[in-house]
């Protein structure tokens, strides 16, 4: 079996489709940027919380790699110089912009 195939398999209407309008990465998952894992968010309900499991999932979203670069991700923003804005950052959905 391809891997495209695999997909089609683990593909289901709970999996989050993060161009919607209405999503929020928040609404559905929490990072811990000292290891770069998401996890569904304790705040979201039950339905939202089995529709970020199903996305983690499907998508390996904490496989090592992945959390690794979200964490490299996080440390360069630390560093970025004043006239950066949070749109510049790669994984900015993972923080709240303090201006929105």
């Known amino acids: 079996m391809s891997s495209r195939q695999a997909k089609q398999e683990e593909w289901t209407e709970d999996l989050l489709k993060p161009d919607d309008a209405d999503y929020r990465f928040s609404a559905y998952f929490i990072c811990d940027w000292t290891t770069g894992a998401i996890a569904p968010s304790p705040a979201a309900d039950e339905s939202r919380r ?27 923003f630390r560093r970025r110089s004043a006239h950066e804005k949070l749109d510049d950052f790669n994984n900015r959905y993972f923080v709240e912009d303090p201006a929105a």
């Not at 089995?50 to 360069?76: I, M, Q, S, V």
């Open 50 to 76: 089995r529709r970020a499991e199903a996305t983690l999932d499907a998508f390996a979203l904490n496989a090592p790699e992945r959390c690794k670069a979200r964490w490299r991700e996080l440390a360069a």
